[in-house]
T-cell receptor
Framework: GAGVSQTPSNKVTEKGKYVELRCDPI?????LYWYRQSLGQGPEFLIY????????DSGLPNDRFFAVRPEGSVSTLKIQRTERGDSAVYLC?????????????FGPGTRLTVT | AQSVTQLDSHVSVSEGTPVLLRCNYS??????LFWYVQHPNKGLQLLLK??????LVKGINGFEAEFKKSETSFHLTKPSAHMSDAAEYFC?????????FGKGTSLLVTP
């Protein structure tokens, strides 16, 4: 079956611009996660959705970052006034339930470059 | 807070020789631990996970890991490396639902 998909695969934007990154989880998966992977580092947790609500957004670095999941399926990560330090690969994952009993399946990521 | 430390940023082995990737964890309670692999231009894939059942965990592609509480370690091993094993490997500890990744170990396999 289809896995987690993310669009676009690559995004180049100028400093100060607004960007949206999209994640399509595996059908039926209620939990959705966003992570950010900077060059040479492991992924870092950003936000976790259970259904439509953000159950934990403690990993969002500042208020320029925001994510939504209005219908409990597709999610969009929004970044305002982008900075060069936002350049990274943004990963989305989904799982069929909360907690460690349910494997998180990762998408291929969106590579964001802020010039 | 739970965290992991991967002790080697790069490991190089010859094809057919054993693989050892080292990971130590820090946790205030019984942790859930994972190893993920990331091949170039591909998504992260779960190799194996430990969730307080058997201490020796077998995963995909011949990999296994042993949970040692006394040493706070969760090292990944494979008896015989294959060229296709060349990738980035991440040791991960779970914090209820969020995954906390180590910095990764890059495995190079030479012919």
């Amino acid at each position: 079956g289809a896995g987690v998909s993310q669009t676009p695969s690559n995004k180049v934007t100028e400093k100060g611009k607004y960007v949206e990154l999209r994640c399509d989880p595996i059908s039926g998966h209620t939990a959705l996660y966003w992570y950010r992977q900077s060059l040479g580092q492991g992924p870092e947790f950003l936000i976790y959705f259970q259904g439509t609500g953000a159950a934990d957004d403690s990993g969002l670095p500042n208020d320029r970052f925001f994510a939504v999941r209005p219908e409990g399926s597709v999610s969009t990560l929004k970044i305002q006034r982008t900075e060069r330090g936002d350049s990274a690969v943004y990963l989305c994952a989904s799982s069929s339930g909360q907690a460690v009993a349910h494997e998180q399946y990762f998408g291929p990521g969106t590579r964001l470059t802020v010039t | 807070a739970q965290s992991v430390t991967q002790l080697d940023s790069h490991v190089s082995v010859s094809e057919g020789t054993p693989v050892l990737l080292r990971c130590n964890y820090s946790s205030s309670y019984s942790p859930s631990l994972f190893w993920y692999v990331q091949h170039p231009n591909k998504g992260l894939q779960l190799l194996l996970k430990y969730t307080s059942a058997a201490t020796l965990v077998k995963g995909i592609n011949g990999f296994e890991a042993e949970f040692k509480k006394s040493e706070t370690s969760f090292h990944l091993t494979k008896p015989s490396a294959h060229m296709s094993d060349a990738a980035e490997y991440f040791c991960v500890v779970s914090d209820l639902y969020a995954l906390n990744f180590g910095k990764g170990t890059s495995l190079l396999v030479t012919p």
